[in-house]
């Protein structure tokens, strides 16, 4: 089946920073890689996707980047605002629909 | 729409009892996912199903772990017995047809603690 890694499992940054997490999949039947965001004691809730005829996808200060050959995808988060601290899950999906592990953001005022 | 809705939002058992999780997908939605979350493990799929069908039940962890869909409104995830490392946050979530790819719609959780 699908194993999708996630890097990495914690991350700090200064308010205004920008945030990079990676994940790596290995499923090549995989083609739609969504970005999940789960606040503190809440639901995990859709940021952002990507199907897999695309390389690159942005929505204001998030944006995804995938790369088929090398089977990584990326989310990145500009001008990071503390309500941006959460944790951060990637998946990839074709004949299933995995998560990573989760990256816990945390951005400091 | 009122969303996912599962119940309860909060259980605790002791070790050997019979644990019921309830999900009402969203109308409409034609397949439903049943996850588990914790520190160790993240979120992990223990099944799914199409149009009430179950589809893929391997992530059920062992055959202490059962799930139903009599119907489009409703299913559950039975534990039985419940033990101590059954305790985690159980998501249920749905999402409408075309595949495994587009939106997943999760509930807010049943967060189980067993003793």
């Known amino acids: 089946g699908e194993n999708v890694e996630q890097h990495p499992s914690t991350l700090s940054v200064q308010e205004g920073d920008s945030a990079v997490i990676k994940c790596t999949y290995s499923d090549s039947a995989s083609n739609y890689f969504p970005w999940y965001k789960q606040e503190l004691g809440k639901r995990p809730q859709l940021i952002i996707d990507?199907?897999?005829?695309?390389g690159e996808k942005k929505d204001q200060r998030i944006a995804v980047t995938l790369n088929k050959t090398a089977k990584h995808f990326s989310l990145h988060i500009t001008e990071t605002q503390p309500e941006d601290s959460a944790v951060y899950f990637c998946a990839a999906t074709g004949n299933q629909f995995y998560f990573g592990t989760g990256t816990s953001l945390t951005v400091i005022p | 729409d009122a969303g996912v809705i599962q119940s309860p939002r909060h259980e605790v058992t002791e070790m050997g009892q019979e644990v019921t999780l309830r999900c009402k997908p969203i109308?409409?939605?034609?397949?439903l996912f049943w996850y588990r979350q914790t520190m160790m493990r993240g979120l992990e799929l223990l099944i799914y199903f199409n149009n009430n069908v179950p589809i893929d039940d391997s992530g059920m962890p062992e055959d202490r772990f059962s799930a139903k869909m009599p119907n489009a409104s409703f299913s559950t995830l039975k534990i039985q017995p419940s033990e101590p490392r059954d305790s985690a946050v159980y998501f249920c979530?749905?999402?409408?047809?075309?595949?495994?790819?587009?939106?997943?719609?999760f509930g807010e959780g049943s967060r189980l603690t067993v003793l």
């Open positions: 979530a749905s999402r409408p047809a075309g595949g495994l790819t587009g939106e997943l719609f």
């Open positions: 990507i199907r897999s005829n695309v």
């Open positions: 109308s409409g939605h034609d397949y």
